[in-house]
């Protein structure tokens, strides 16, 4: 319960924002928040939040697993932080290189495969699968 | 025998034939019981009978029942009954079921954790973490420690990181520059 107040303007926004499938739950030390957003800026403002409450994000009590709603063919911003992000064959590291994409490109969602990798499709017509912390909905 | 004896044994046979005629007040009392018997929704139902008047008592459930069985036995026509007064009662209300043992939830694992650091989901971390510079990610420790110095952008990029991998880091020894 101490957790959850802390966080409590945290829960707040998320519950105010609409999160679909919204979770809080508290286990062993640690509060669970997750859920899908409807919008990066959702996204940005709860971690923002977070980042405000724990500036070092160290304490180790706060496990936030959020989704970004994005249906498919929904435009993606490749926001890595200058270098091009890799389009892979395969969901993984291991896969090889079939494309890139440049920081600020947009690119279409294909399909999300999990959490980490969705299946993209660039203006030249690259298509395979990229880490999706480096996409954001638009 | 004058004609008075004559009147007399008249009036007794008249008399005799005309009580014999009439049913006895046990004999309607029988004869309501049994209808009584018949109705299902009437608990406890009983008659008494005097001088044809039938006073009839038992339960209901509610006064509809009650109305409907009343009706039954009027309907009935008994023979000898003069009047039939209705006495029955309505049953209490059932008392409220007892209130359903609260569910308890089986503690699960949120569905933030990874419940094991499995391949699969060191490989999402590896994944996440291979165009981050300037840091290592410890895998022997008893949490993936996070070793290194970073921005404060890329240290929250870090936590999306291991927050999408379901795995909570250590990020002890991880430094933010200034």
Known sequence: ?138 | MNKRNLFLIAAITATTLFTSCKPKDEEIAKAINTQLSSMTDLKGGNVTVVDGVATVTGECKDDACSQKCKAALEAANVKGVKSISWNSTIAPPPPPPPAPPVAIAPVAAPASVATTMDAKVMQAIKDGMKDIKGVTVDFTAAKPMVVGEVSAATRLKIMQIFSSAKIMPDVSKLTTSK
């Open chain 1, 1 to 138: 319960m101490a957790l959850q107040e802390k966080y409590a303007a945290l829960i707040a926004t998320a519950t105010t924002n609409g999160i679909t499938n919204l979770s809080v739950a508290e286990q062993a030390g640690v509060l669970h928040i997750s859920g899908t957003v409807k919008s990066t800026t959702d996204y940005d403002q709860l971690w923002a939040m977070y980042s405000s409450i724990d500036p070092d994000m160290a304490a180790g009590d706060l496990m936030m697993n959020l989704d970004i709603a994005a249906a498919q063919g929904t435009k993606l911003k490749v926001t890595t932080d200058s270098s091009n992000l890799n389009i892979r064959s395969l969901p993984s590291t291991e896969g090889e290189i079939v494309g890139k994409a440049a920081h600020d490109e947009i690119v279409t969602l294909v399909e999300k495969h999990d959490d980490n990798w969705w299946k993209v499709k660039t203006e030249d017509g690259e298509e395979g699968y990229a880490y999706a912390q480096y996409l954001s909905p638009m």
